[in-house]
């Protein structure tokens, strides 16, 4: 079985696939960007279910339901806050990566979308993260049964460079 790997430059809370990632804050409690955007669109479930997760931290991730999202799922992760890169902040980036789709195979989920982690408030700069971001997904999804990772771009610019990186 292969897996499928693509780029769309789309609105993550519109995808019908097992689970989208929400690139969220430590505390799961919604914020701004993706986390807002994703909190808004599934409901106040969601709120509810994360309340009870307890916080989430970088690097790590946690699912919950997708409550009115078309996605079942949410997988929560934490990226870095960039400070310059000599802070374990790739290494912690490539973490979110593998542990979101660890998460997925463990829960027998096929299909997921990631958002550009790490690029918007956290600073992360968006060439190195798409980077790492389709090097570590390439590496992590040998025998997980996942059939299907989209990168979901919010820019022109960040789907230009994941459609290079894929197409590599």
């Known amino acids: 079985m292969t897996t499928t790997l693509g780029a769309l430059r789309a609105d993550i809370t519109t995808l019908e696939v097992d689970a989208i990632v929400n690139a969220a804050n430590s505390s799961l409690l919604g914020g701004g960007g993706v986390d807002g955007a994703i909190h808004r669109a599934?409901?106040?479930?969601?709120?509810a279910e994360c309340r009870r997760l307890g916080g989430c931290p970088t690097g790590e991730a946690r699912i919950t339901g997708g409550y009115r999202l078309?996605?079942?799922h949410v997988i929560h992760t934490v990226g870095p806050v960039w400070r310059g890169g000599a802070h374990d902040e790739p290494e912690l980036l490539a973490a979110c990566y593998r542990n979101s789709l660890a998460l997925a195979a463990h829960h027998g989920l096929r299909s997921l979308a990631f958002p550009c982690i790490g690029t918007g408030i956290y600073g992360f700069p968006a060439e190195a993260a798409a980077g790492i971001a389709v090097t570590t997904v390439r590496e992590a999804l040998h025998g997980s049964g996942i059939h299907q990772v989209l990168f979901c771009c919010f820019s022109e610019a960040d789907l230009l460079v994941y459609r290079s990186l894929l197409d590599d």
Do not use: T
Request: charged fraction near 20%.
């Open 42 to 47: 599934a409901g106040p479930e969601l709120l």
């Open 70 to 72: 078309p996605a079942r």
